[in-house]
């Protein structure tokens, strides 16, 4: 799987690039093949208004009637020559003929004769540039006169080349962004997916130690407690079946931890909202988690300043909410653990203020944490388990009472999470 992944992109990458190299090799050939499709119209429309050049000297500049090819090409052969002509004649056969093959670009025009003196000019003719104009004779082949060629210079704008094949360049740029951003979002969800299969296996990794420490713990109380020894002995049969109950009440803890978050999840959750006192409830946890603080070595202050302080909220959510974020403060600490719980009162609600002096987080991590799953690499603090689902739990509880939920954090220095809760209502 690990070597696949750079293998789809990498031919994905060359095939992309492959179709554009063709793409643009085709457009050129395409360029090509129109720019010498444009000298044969070109040239096609010179044979033609030489055609129609001697028509009209055969029908309105002569007054002989001509019966037969032959007797028509001795009288070219003999007679013709362009001074019969004026400009503004040339100028508009050539006209015609050059819109009748769809050449629409201006032109200029010259005819010379065989002493290379112009007998007829456009007024804007190149005369420098006369070798890399179209010419064609004028002139029968076996004119009994001079030779005359006709010069014709059509400005070859590559304008109106690419412009003929306007609809071709813009398909093939528009599917070529089409396939390039098709590719783009086919890597994205890839790496998406990987990430949550990644996510997902450390969750089961996680939920498998967090439920077989437990597991082993009653095990080994249960042993002990068939053993002859003990089975006589009150004492030690309190204290093992405590030990079960306290690993039973830890393993309940977890599974109600992943059913909240399926809870969550299915949009299930109903609170029960009632009015509460929220020093009173925040004095209730705080003083629960006491012994973890303690085994810490570290230290709790309450500083509740809200001069209103009556919220209505869902007891039991509410105190998980306030459990889990002073869990986390004790969890990702460092040695002289401190942990300030503040409230006051802002904008019509309570603000809560937990506040340690942890390992705090860069902005990458404050950024994911209320992700379900998320967990940040929290380097030798990596034992720390946890199911990374805490924070979404209580982000979704906080706003589910209409409150918000903010981090602030610096990392080696500490974390600072406000959240607010609506006061009971007048
Ligand atoms: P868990 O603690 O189970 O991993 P949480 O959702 O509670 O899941 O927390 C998500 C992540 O946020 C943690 O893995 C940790 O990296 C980070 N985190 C949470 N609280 C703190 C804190 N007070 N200090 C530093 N990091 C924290």
Request: hydrophobic residues 40%.
């Amino acid at each position: 799987m690990k070597k696949i992944f750079p293998l789809i992109i990498v031919l994905i990458t060359l095939s992309v690039l492959g179709i554009m190299v063709i793409q643009m090799s085709w457009i050129k050939n395409a360029i090509t093949l129109k720019r010498e499709q444009f000298k044969r119209e070109v040239e096609k429309s010179m044979i033609d208004a030489r055609e129609t050049i001697y028509d009209r000297f055969l029908t309105s500049k002569t007054t002989q009637i001509f019966i037969g090819e032959n007797s028509r090409q001795n009288h070219l052969k003999e007679a013709f020559t362009v001074q019969f002509f004026s400009k503004d004649e040339i100028q508009q056969i050539l006209e015609t003929t050059l819109r009748k093959n769809n050449i629409k670009q201006p032109f200029e025009f010259a005819i010379y004769n065989i002493f290379n003196v112009p007998i007829l000019s456009s007024d804007g003719f190149p005369q420098q540039e006369r070798d890399n104009t179209f010419n064609i004779l004028v002139t029968p082949d076996n004119s009994l006169r001079a030779q005359e060629v006709l010069y014709l210079y059509v400005k070859e704008d590559k304008n109106y080349i690419i412009s003929r094949m306007a609809w071709m360049i813009t398909a093939s740029i528009l599917f070529t962004c089409i396939i390039i951003s098709a590719f783009v979002l086919t890597i994205r969800t890839m790496f998406r997916q990987k990430n949550l299969s990644e996510i997902k296996s450390d969750f089961i990794n996680n939920m498998t130690h967090e439920l077989k420490t437990p597991l082993a713990t009653i095990s080994l109380a249960i042993d002990a407690l068939t053993n002859d020894k003990v089975i006589h002995d009150t004492d030690k049969i309190r204290y093992y079946s405590g030990m079960i109950k306290e690993e039973n009440k830890r393993m309940n803890k977890q599974v109600e931890k992943i059913l909240q978050a399926a809870r969550i999840e299915r949009q299930e959750i109903k609170l029960n909202l009632q009015v509460l006192d929220a020093h009173e409830l925040i004095a209730k946890v705080t003083d629960n988690l006491s012994l973890q603080i303690q085994d810490k070595n570290g230290s709790l202050n309450l500083k509740l300043g809200a001069a209103k302080h009556i919220v209505q909220a869902d007891e039991v959510h509410f105190s998980n909410v306030i459990f889990n974020l002073l869990d986390n403060a004790i969890k990702y600490s460092k040695d002289n653990l401190h942990i300030d719980v503040e409230t006051l009162n802002s904008g019509g609600m309570l603000a809560i203020k937990i506040k340690d002096n942890g390992i705090g987080m860069n902005k990458e991590t404050q950024s994911r944490i209320f992700e379900k799953f998320y967990r940040a690499h929290t380097g030798n603090l990596h034992n720390v388990k946890g199911f990374g689902l805490g924070l979404s739990y209580v982000k979704a509880i906080v706003e589910a009472h209409g409150g918000k939920i903010k981090v602030e954090s610096t990392p080696g220095k500490g974390s600072t999470f406000t959240f607010s809760i609506p006061l009971q209502s007048a």
